[in-house]
């Protein structure tokens, strides 16, 4: 089993995930593989996923592609059929051409079936989609589960339309095929297993979709790189239809490995992190989250599973129960752009992305060298003779010394009970900022875990 404690040279890793100097520019890597991957259309099924993973492989090699034939059963759910589109537009009485597919794929409703056909402009509204609140942008519409076809429109266009007839044309076809998903795993000493997850159906969406596959993939290739004590589960999947499909083929393996596991999504705008807590949230994933987030960014917020809305809601469901939650920056749902046009490259910034990037860097640090540590000496071991405490004593040596007091605090609850969440709980130190102690501790021999 790997020690608890990290080399020297992973705390100061650690002192770069907290801020405190300028990690690798990660984040400007993660946004320029979201802008490549930014025009593909995605859906649930498609050639559009096979591409983005197949970019995604560049970035890790591992990224194994499966295929899931559609009619497939999974649970209580059915792999629908394979969405091919081509083209599409709607040709407006005098000729010109709006919602054309070819200038943004967020005209188009996804999964719409093929079409060409002339109608009135009060025939064509029953297709149209648009939001009178945000008048300038384009919203993003599905319809996965019933054929039907539909465009996607500004507002101010929409109540620019004029009577007469229009040319509805879509060039798509829904076929026998299969569902495409990418997963890693990353052996570990131990086959308990760390998972991360993230979707890759939403097209055009930076933020709400990019941000999390992206990051992903550079915290696997991170991870890759650097020994490890567990195991890593990293997936990427269409959202719902794919988390289905994933534990359907995966769930008694998972059940038996995964000890916390972690959805990545909406991490690419600036604001503060978000945790969505697993259904009870008590597990190990949640834990980690909310300490090692307490100390990473001041303005967090946790919200319980009630809050849910990302694939938390199969991950967590009755029977499945798996310890998973939830990380987000801008929480789906609550902020402007969400699911529409505006959720764009200009909407997500590389500062942000690399924060979230560190973050997980972080999270993933602090979970390796968790364990329930045990101080092996009776009473207070002699910090001094170690270096761990200044030779010469005054009324303020165990508040003045660098981490002397955290030391303290921190062995006075190596009792075997506590892991490193529950000490920087207690103790009310940033989880992060104890991992270097507990390496110091672990090397001299003065803790160890159970």
């Keep these: 089993m790997m020690k608890a404690g990290l080399p020297e040279d992973a705390s100061k890793r650690l002192l770069n995930v907290r801020g405190h100097a300028a990690p690798s520019p990660i984040g400007g890597q993660i946004y320029d ?9 995605r859906s649930i099924t498609g050639e559009g996923v096979r591409e983005t993973l197949r970019m995604l492989r560049g970035v890790h090699d591992g990224v194994k592609i499966h295929e899931v034939p559609t009619g497939t059963a999974v649970f209580d759910w059915v792999v629908p059929k394979e969405w091919i589109v081509r083209d599409a537009f709607i040709e407006c009485p005098d000729g010109s051409r709006i919602a054309e597919f070819e200038k943004n794929n967020l005209h188009l409703m996804g999964y719409s079936a093929p079409v060409d056909s002339t109608m009135t402009l009060d025939e064509l509204q029953k297709h149209l989609y648009s939001l009178p609140e945000q008048p300038a942008l384009i919203p993003y519409v599905t ?10 429109i500004s507002h101010e266009e929409r109540t620019a339309l004029r009577n007469g007839r229009y040319r509805v044309f879509v060039d798509s076809e829904l076929k026998e095929g299969s569902l495409s998903y990418g997963e890693i795993i990353i052996p570990g000493e131990e ?4 998972f991360f997850s993230s979707n890759i159906c939403h097209p055009s969406m930076a933020n709400n979709e990019l941000s999390g596959p992206c990051t992903a993939v550079y915290l696997a290739k991170w991870v890759s790189e650097r020994p490890r004590r567990y ?18 083929r995966n769930l008694d393996e998972m059940k038996r490995s995964v000890i916390a596991g972690f959805i990545l999504t909406c991490l690419g705008a600036p604001g503060n992190f978000t945790h969505i807590a697993s259904r009870y949230g008590n597990t190990l994933a949640d834990r980690a989250a909310k300490t090692v987030l307490r100390g990473f960014d001041s303005g967090h917020k946790s919200c319980s599973f009630l809050a849910r809305g990302s694939d938390e809601r199969q991950y967590c469901s009755p029977g499945v129960d798996l310890p998973v939650c939830c990380i987000t920056r801008a929480k789906f749902g609550s902020f402007p752009e969400y699911h529409t046009s505006a ?3 200009g909407f997500v910034t590389r500062e942000a992305l690399q924060k979230s990037y560190e973050f997980f860097v972080g999270l993933t640090e602090a ?5 329930k540590y045990r101080v092996q000496c009776k009473c207070e071991p002699q910090l001094s003779s170690r270096s761990f405490y200044p030779m010469v004593s005054n009324k303020k040596s165990g508040q003045s010394a660098p981490g002397v007091r955290a030391m303290m605090n921190f062995l006075a609850y190596c ?12 103790i009310g130190h940033p989880a992060l900022d104890l991992i270097p102690i507990a390496r110091k501790l672990t090397e001299a021999g003065l803790i160890d875990g159970p």
């Design 191 to 194: 086959k308990e297993e760390i």
């Design 343 to 345: 959720d764009n490259m």
């Design 143 to 152: 319809s996965y589960y019933e054929e039907r076809f539909g465009f996607c």
């Design 33 to 41: 593989l979201a802008g490549k991957l930014f025009p593909i259309c």
């Design 231 to 248: 195991t890593y589960r990293i997936i990427f999947i269409p959202e719902t239809i794919g988390s289905i499909t994933y534990l359907s």
């Design 415 to 426: 009792d075997g009970r506590n892991d490193l969440f529950d000490i920087a709980k207690i």
């Design 367 to 371: 979970l390796e060298v968790n364990r």
